[in-house]
């Protein structure tokens, strides 16, 4: 029995540049929270997120940038 290729994606970092208007806005919510309430906080996790599986995708460390507010 053959193995069958798993699909994937051709150029991930492409992938990755079409969220950054998501990211831009998260950052803009976070801002509007009370600093490190758990609004603020779940943002946080969201955009970690983000950031971590862009790395596992591209190998670029913190490929969205710092962006100040959730660091």
């Not at 490190?36 to 596992?56: K, M, N, P, Q, S």
Request: proline share 8%; aromatic share 12%; hydrophobic share 40%.
């Amino acid at each position: 029995m053959a193995r069958q290729a798993y699909p994937g994606v051709a150029n991930p970092v492409s992938e990755f540049e079409k969220l950054r208007p998501l990211v831009a806005e998260l950052r803009r919510m976070q801002t509007r929270c009370p600093p490190f309430g758990r609004d603020y906080h779940a943002i946080a996790v969201a955009l970690d997120g983000l950031e971590t599986a862009a790395f596992h995708f591209t190998r670029q460390p913190r490929f969205f940038g710092d962006g100040g507010a959730h660091s």
